[in-house]
């Protein structure tokens, strides 16, 4: 896997605080295939609350693939 080094990390997520969009995980990982959930500063609660629910969606989704017509 490619990875980012530490700093290019650090200034990503300097750069996003100054556009005040935060980001969950806390910290970004450096291993590209992740996902991160971005969100504005100014409602941070709504984005703990997304990735709470999909983290609660992929936990129920994984195994029940149902669809109905």
Excluded: C, F, W
């Amino acid at each position: 896997m490619q990875t980012a080094g530490a700093r290019i990390m650090r200034d990503i997520e300097r750069k996003l605080a100054q556009r005040n969009i935060g980001h969950l995980p806390p910290q970004l990982p450096r291993d590209r295939t992740r996902q991160v959930l971005l969100y504005n500063q100014d409602q941070p609660n709504l984005g703990a609350i997304v990735h709470m629910v999909r983290g609660l969606s992929a936990e129920q989704g994984a195994g029940d693939v149902s669809t109905s017509a």
